[in-house]
């Protein structure tokens, strides 16, 4: 079993900072891919950034620039650090990770539980 675990959202003013983290725990051998997503009310979930194991990052066009995405690979943890928000960032942050489990031989994809981002205009 795996679990994803995310921290760090709350309230904040327009322009304001937020550091989201995310940890992964259980039977874990190493971690692929892992990334940020959001979701606003009555809208899809979509990319925010999402960072290899090794390589370059990949930044959704709206958070360039404002938001950077990191890993820790021995803490199998991510983190966003998130600047100069605006109200249209408001939305629930899901965290993802690509897991290899001990004794598998396959990559299974994981969802953390969401974090709540509001950003007052």
């Known amino acids: 079993q795996v679990q994803l675990v995310e921290s760090g959202g709350g309230l904040v003013q327009a322009g304001g900072s937020l550091r989201l983290s995310c940890a992964a725990s259980?039977?874990?051998?190493?971690?692929?891919?892992m990334g940020w997503y959001r979701q606003a009310p009555g809208k899809q979930r979509e990319l925010v950034a999402t960072?290899?194991?090794?390589?370059?990052?990949n930044y959704a066009d709206s958070v360039k620039g404002r938001f950077t995405i990191s890993r820790h690979n021995a803490k199998n943890t991510v983190y966003l650090q998130m600047n100069s928000l605006k109200y249209e960032d408001t939305a629930v942050y899901y965290c993802n990770a690509g897991v290899l489990e001990r004794r598998s031989a396959h990559i299974k994809d994981y969802w953390g539980q969401g974090t709540q981002v509001a950003v007052s205009s």
């Open positions: 259980g039977s874990i051998f190493s971690t692929s891919a």
């Open positions: 960072i290899p194991r090794g390589g370059n990052t």
